[in-house]
Structure formats: C-alpha cells, structure tokens
C-alpha cells in the first residue's frame, strides 16, 4: 500500500520532466470537460469495489471463509492498483495542467487538488472494507475470551479510518508533500520563475530545505501516528533500562495510541 503511494508521488514529481513534454502547447481539451469524466472513472470504480465487498460480506454470513480470503485480497489489490492507475491518466490527460491554468499556478494548490480526489478513493476503500476487519476483530475477542485472556479492542469506523489514514498517508503523503512543495517554491525563486535567486542556488537551498525537514520529521511524526509519552512505570522503566545498556540514546518513549 505504502509503495503505491510513494508511486503516486513520485508521479507528482516527474510530471513536468516527463508528461509535460507531450503538453508543450497545453492540454487539448477543458477542465470542465476533463473533471466529468476523471470522476465518472473513479465513482465507477468506487462502486465496483463496494459491490465486490459486499459479496464478499455476505459469502462470509453464509460460513464460506476459506475461499473467501483469496477474494478479498484480490480485490483489495485490483482496487489499489486501479486508484493508481486513474491517477496516472489524470496526468497523462493534463489534468495537472489545466488546474495549474485555473488556480493561477499558485505554489502547491494545483498539486494538491490533483491529488485529493486519488486520497478520497483510499479513505473510501477503508471505510468499505471495515465491517470485514470487524468480523476479524469480533473472532479474535470471542477466542481471547475463550482463553481467559483480555479481549482486544473493537475498533468504531471512524477509528479505524482514522488510525489507517495516519499509519498509510500521513507516514508517507505528507512528508513527499513537504518536500515536493519546498522543491516548487525554491524553483519558482529561480530564473524561470520570479528571478531572486540565481540558478547556482538552487540545489543547495533545496538540499538545505530538506535538511531542515529531515531534523524536524520526528516532530511531525508524533502527531501524524497520535502518540503520547509513555506514562511512568514498570514497562518505561524495563525500556530505559534496555536503552542505557545498549547505549540507544533516546529523547523520549512515545505510546502509539491504536486503540
């Protein structure tokens, strides 16, 4: 999954370097032509993949897990795999382009609303595929029950989205994104855009931009996973310990609040 976000990024990326060169005059058609039908493609999608789940569910009522399993995997890669490729017809189409033309080019903004809608489809698959990691969930608490042992928390729809949004975007979107919008605004500094800088400079101040994101990522990170110091006691203590005596120099033990 992680993989395939990265693609998308660097998609984002290579567009000007590479789609760009079959748009030198601009896209043949019109955004309001273009976005119907990029929308119609995803919805299309969108809806295939929640009347597959939805057999899916139901086969699994009806007590046929076995072959069930093999089916969900598929679709859930065949869905993956489709978010992707939509994406790249967007570019491929000049969709990129013709955002840039209607917002006026403005640092990041058309970036971002190339990518929204492919970051929608993602949360969507999520949000269908809950009931499944339920069902999942609820046999694993009625085994741990079972055994004597403390069930595990059933997550609400909304937490597990939520914690999925963070664990598979934010972990990967929203550093690419730091780093592609810096990478924009230091080019639109240089001669083919608003001229302060020279072109000597543009390699090291984006080196040095990110740089200065890579020493501020742990930062960001803690609020991308939604993580907490790990309240004093026996486990804090038993980790510090292991620290000190493996000499791992740490700022702080964090808990990953996963519910």
């Known amino acids: 999954m992680q993989l395939l976000i990265v693609a998308i990024i660097l998609l984002l990326f290579a567009h000007d370097a590479i789609v760009g060169q079959l748009h030198e005059v601009g896209p043949w058609w019109r955004l309001q032509d273009f976005l119907p039908v990029?929308?119609?493609?995803?919805?299309?999608?969108?809806?295939?993949?929640?009347?597959?789940?939805?057999?899916?569910?139901?086969?699994?009522?009806e007590g046929k897990a076995p072959h069930v399993w093999r089916h969900i995997g598929r679709w859930m890669t065949g869905y993956q795999l489709g978010v992707v490729t939509l994406f790249a017809l967007d570019l491929a189409a000049g969709g990129l382009m013709l955002l840039r033309q209607a917002s006026g080019n403005l640092i990041f903004i058309d970036e971002l609303l190339i990518l929204l809608p492919t970051l929608v489809m993602f949360l969507w698959q999520?949000?269908?595929?809950?009931?499944?990691?339920?069902?999942?969930?609820?046999?694993?608490?009625?085994?741990?029950?079972?055994?004597?042992?403390?069930?595990?928390?059933?997550?609400?729809?909304?937490?597990?989205?939520?914690?999925?949004?963070?664990?598979?975007l934010g972990l990967i979107v929203v550093p690419l994104l730091m780093l592609l919008a810096w990478s924009e605004f230091i080019?639109?500094?240089?001669?083919?855009?608003w001229g302060v800088v020279d072109v000597?400079?543009?390699?090291?101040?984006?080196?040095?931009?990110?740089?200065?994101?890579y020493l501020f990522?742990?930062?960001?990170?803690?609020?991308?996973?939604?993580?907490?110091?790990?309240?004093?006691?026996?486990?804090?203590?038993?980790?510090?310990?292991?620290?000190?005596?493996?000499?791992?120099?740490?700022?702080?033990?964090?808990?990953?609040?996963?519910?």
């Not at 990029?38 to 009522?61: D, P, W």
């Not at 609820?138 to 989205?161: E, K, L």
């Open 38 to 61: 990029s929308l119609a493609l995803k919805l299309a999608l969108a809806l295939a993949f929640y009347i597959g789940v939805a057999r899916i569910r139901k086969r699994l009522r």
């Open 126 to 168: 999520w949000w269908v595929y809950y009931p499944i990691d339920q069902r999942l969930r609820q046999a694993a608490m009625w085994r741990a029950i079972d055994r004597g042992q403390t069930p595990p928390a059933i997550w609400t729809r909304g937490q597990y989205v939520r914690l999925q949004t963070r664990l598979q």
């Open 187 to 193: 080019e639109r500094l240089g001669p083919q855009g």
């Open 200 to 213: 000597a400079y543009v390699i090291p101040l984006t080196l040095a931009g990110v740089a200065v994101m």
């Open 217 to 259: 990522l742990p930062f960001v990170l803690k609020v991308i996973w939604h993580t907490q110091p790990l309240p004093d006691g026996e486990i804090r203590s038993f980790l510090t310990r292991m620290c000190e005596l493996v000499g791992v120099r740490v700022r702080d033990l964090l808990l990953w609040k996963t519910h």
